[in-house]
């Protein structure tokens, strides 16, 4: 094995706390949903076992209704806010009470696929399978709850683009009256102009609070918040889960699941027409509270490539728009377009490079027959971790490695593009 795949390895080590892996110390100092899953991914490649572990901690913290929380607050640490003292959702191991992009049976089905211990592999997923098919089921129930085949976000800490310029104008509509003091923590950590805007985070915990005040009861939420949107990345990761979880399903025998998966994924690509942009070329977020597509081209219009949404002609347009980004930065993948006046290319989810979107859009890309573009998105990843390491996120422009350092799902997606 290469030095490079070693010094992922050492990265996910160090990070791993025995039953889950933090994303980086001091940062994020627990165990986070989307982080997880796709560090099991790095994590295969040098102990399954331990691979499965991290899946199976996650789920042993699903919500009874379905969700799967976002983070897992396995220990105590004043380091981090907001902590479960500000959650307060009630578990008996405290957890948030918002969730995540939906990776998991997409990795799952990774695992299975890949491992060199098959049977052990296929029971331990297939005690899995009720428990992802219950967190998808959870979404559309929830968060669509007028069966529109498309699923709202409610708080920008679910689509894991936390500040993305997506967010701007349904943030504007929620207010910053009655938020509580609060210290941010993150700011002690990483260089403050490298994170969200205070009035960002004032909104982000306008959102928590309304939420608890409702007692996080999901079947409120949705109408209740301020804050409904569609995002194009969030919903074509859910439908490429469910899509490997209804393949993972066929394959172990438990039909009824794979059914309802494959009718999940028959409606959700109908509605997803509607969040093409003919201005951008690419798919864009729905704001749902005020009816119409968000003015904004960012990373998360890309995504859909994942689960082959849209026409063969769009895709070969989404490609074109990687090549475009590419041109105007040193390193793709940038998490907006450069050529819009509000990117930003060191703040966090504003413009910054993230090598996890770079592999799902690698995945998508091949998925869709656009091989060539997947190889320039793998030779920029590449060339960034040898430039500055295995850092959260990269300046496009620079190549700079930003936020926190010895990042956890930046080793282990080197780990797999590596092998
Ligand atoms: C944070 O605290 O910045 C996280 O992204 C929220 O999940």
Redesign the pocket.
């Known amino acids: 094995r290469s030095a490079a795949f070693e010094r992922a390895r050492s990265v996910m080590l160090e990070n791993d706390r025995g039953s889950y892996t933090i994303p980086t110390k001091g940062?994020?100092p627990f165990q986070?949903n989307w982080d997880s899953c796709l560090t099991a991914l790095g994590q295969r490649h040098f102990d399954e076992d331990r691979a499965f572990t991290e899946i199976e901690t996650l789920l042993a913290h699903q919500w009874p209704d379905g969700m799967v929380p976002?983070?897992v607050f396995h220990v105590d640490d004043e380091g981090?806010?907001p902590g479960p003292g500000v959650w307060r959702t009630g578990r008996p191991t405290p957890t948030?009470g918002i969730t995540?992009p939906p990776v998991l049976a997409f990795v799952l089905r990774r695992l299975v696929e890949t491992c060199r211990e098959t049977a052990k592999a296929e029971d331990r997923a297939r005690a899995m399978l009720p428990k992802a098919n219950a967190w998808h089921e959870w979404f559309y129930a929830m968060r669509d709850p007028k069966g529109e085949g498309l699923v709202a976000i409610l708080h920008p800490?679910e689509s894991?683009r936390?500040n993305s310029i997506d967010w701007d104008e349904a943030l504007a509509g929620v207010p910053t009256e009655g938020v509580e003091p609060y210290v941010r923590r993150?700011t002690t950590h990483v260089d403050a102009s490298h994170?969200?805007h205070r009035s960002d985070y004032d909104r982000y915990m306008w959102l928590v609070q309304r939420f608890r005040s409702l007692g996080w009861d999901n079947a409120q939420l949705h109408d209740a918040s301020p804050f409904q949107v569609v995002d194009p990345g969030f919903n074509a990761i859910l439908i490429r889960a469910d899509e490997d979880l209804a393949s993972l399903a066929r394959r172990l025998g438990a039909s009824e699941i794979a059914e309802v998966a494959e009718a999940r994924v028959a409606k959700a690509r109908k509605a997803f027409a509607r969040l093409w942009s003919e201005k951008h070329g690419q798919f864009v977020c729905l704001n749902r509270v005020a009816g119409k597509l968000v003015d904004s081209a960012s990373v998360g219009g890309l995504l859909p490539l994942l689960a082959g949404l849209g026409t063969a002609q769009q895709q070969g347009l989404l490609a074109k728009r990687i090549r475009e980004w590419r041109a105007r930065s040193r390193f793709g993948v940038a998490s907006h377009d450069p050529a819009d006046p509000r990117f930003e290319p060191k703040r966090y989810w504003r413009g910054p490079v993230w090598i996890i979107v770079n592999y799902l859009l690698i995945d998508g890309l091949r998925r869709c027959g656009l091989d060539d573009v997947a190889g320039e998105v793998v030779a920029d990843s590449m060339a960034l971790i040898e430039e500055s390491g295995f850092a959260e996120y990269y300046d496009p422009t620079t190549g700079e490695g930003l936020g926190g350092g010895n990042f956890t799902w930046t080793a282990a997606i080197i780990a797999e593009l590596l092998t």
Do not use: A, E, K, V
């Open positions: 940062l994020y986070w976002h983070i981090y806010f948030s995540q800490w894991g936390d993150d994170r969200p």
